[in-house]
């Protein structure tokens, strides 16, 4: 069994071979009406809630998925319903256009919840004449699992923690070139302060008198 993209496994169920129906006496009419029935069987005394539904196709035109579910926690008989109505898998009926791809049908295309699952019948559907035979193929149905919150908030954490081990320096200067620029500034500072001298001031007045010891003489 193949796993889907998230790696969770298919459910493991019965897959019947189609029925075609048929239109008039089966005995003497032997014309075909176009349409034919894919009854799949998911494990016994078990429900399933479905992610998706996924297949490879064979010359059919439109698919419809029908839904057997049962209510949980009641005692009422499982219920079919509809969950999606004619889907084209081929871009005509009459031509290749689609007939051999592979299609997935996930369960927000549904127009029901596609929980608590008993059975599913896929009914096939080719009004062309052009086609012998269709077929779905490599049919597989897989599960959803609800997301684990605890696993999130730790995810969340490591992602965090990577953060802050590893922050992003890109665009800024080295620390350690930084720190050696500054220290190269204060060390010229101080020789700086240490060699200068005292320029000469000349005449100093003080309220209107010469200091003769400022005098300059020359």
């Known amino acids: 069994m193949s796993e889907s993209d998230d790696g969770v496994k298919p459910v493991t169920c019965t897959i019947k071979p189609p029925v075609n129906l048929q239109i008039g006496d089966t005995k003497t009419d032997t014309s075909r009406s176009g349409v034919s029935v894919v009854d799949i069987t998911l494990p016994f005394g078990k429900t399933v809630n479905i992610e ?4 490879k196709n064979y010359y059919t035109a439109f698919v419809t998925v029908r839904l057997l579910r049962r209510n949980p926690g009641q005692e009422a008989p ?5 969950a999606l109505r004619d889907l084209a898998l081929m871009d005509n009926p009459h ?3 689609g007939s051999q791809g592979y299609f997935s049908i996930h369960r927000t295309q549904m127009q029901v919840e596609p929980d608590h699952v008993v059975s599913v019948r896929l009914i096939l559907r080719q009004p062309s004449s052009a086609w012998l035979t269709f077929n779905l193929e490599e049919i597989k149905i897989h599960p959803h699992v609800e997301p684990d919150p605890e696993r999130e908030v730790s995810d969340w954490l490591s992602d965090l923690t990577l953060v ?3 922050p992003d320096l890109e665009g800024l200067p080295d620390p350690q070139t930084v720190s ?3 220290q190269q500034m204060w060390a010229l500072t101080e020789v700086m302060q240490t060699n200068q001298t005292t320029a000469s001031i000349g005449r100093f007045d003080v309220d ?3 200091d003769i010891n400022l005098l300059s003489l020359t």
């Open 52 to 55: 998706d539904i996924t297949f």
């Open 78 to 82: 499982a219920k079919w319903c509809t």
């Open 95 to 97: 031509t290749e256009g």
């Open 164 to 166: 802050d081990q590893h």
């Open 180 to 182: 050696s620029s500054i």
């Open 208 to 210: 209107g008198c010469y």
